[in-house]
């Protein structure tokens, strides 16, 4: 199963390699898609039971992992050529520690967007067996979970 939230965040870049008007300083409004693929949490004791995983959990990750960092800065000072297939891979490294993702899609503009997309994990049967697996410990009350070195 999967489940996605849709982020916005403001940010200026400047791709100085390119030939055309994006080697100038400029900005967008993007819009990020972050899909995270499980099964329902079959623990009827927690309070994610029959969630994959819950949409404000899903959130504070990618707000505290992401768009903390990202709304209303310059990209160029994250240390990669800001392009957006290099920003969806620098995305993807700073939430794959804590989720299990899916996909992650980048809009650079309505038209134009990258993706990264994880390979299937629905062999696995259920959520708790992928975190188990993975080594993930629950930190707030039976969600959400976090790879045991980070907690």
């Not at 819950?54 to 992992?65: C, I, N, P, T």
């Not at 993706?115 to 410990?137: D, L, P």
Request: glycine share 8%.
């Amino acid at each position: 199963m999967i489940i996605g939230k849709e982020f916005e965040f403001a940010a200026s870049h400047v791709l100085p390699k390119y030939d055309g008007p994006c080697n100038r300083l400029h900005g967008h409004t993007f819009r990020l898609i972050v899909e995270i693929e499980g099964e329902p949490n079959s623990d009827e004791r927690s309070s994610s039971y029959g969630m994959v995983m819950d949409f404000k959990d899903l959130k504070y990750f990618v707000e505290h992992g992401v768009l903390n960092v990202l709304d209303h800065s310059h990209l160029n000072d994250l240390g990669i050529y800001p392009t957006a297939e290099n920003l969806i891979d620098w995305i993807w490294e700073q939430l794959e520690p804590n989720l299990f993702l899916h996909r992650i899609r980048l809009y650079e503009s309505p038209t134009s967007y990258a993706e990264r997309k994880k390979a299937s994990i629905t062999e696995i049967k259920t959520i708790n067996e992928i975190r188990k697996a993975h080594g993930m410990v629950p930190i707030i009350g039976g969600g959400p979970w976090v790879k045991k070195e980070n907690v």
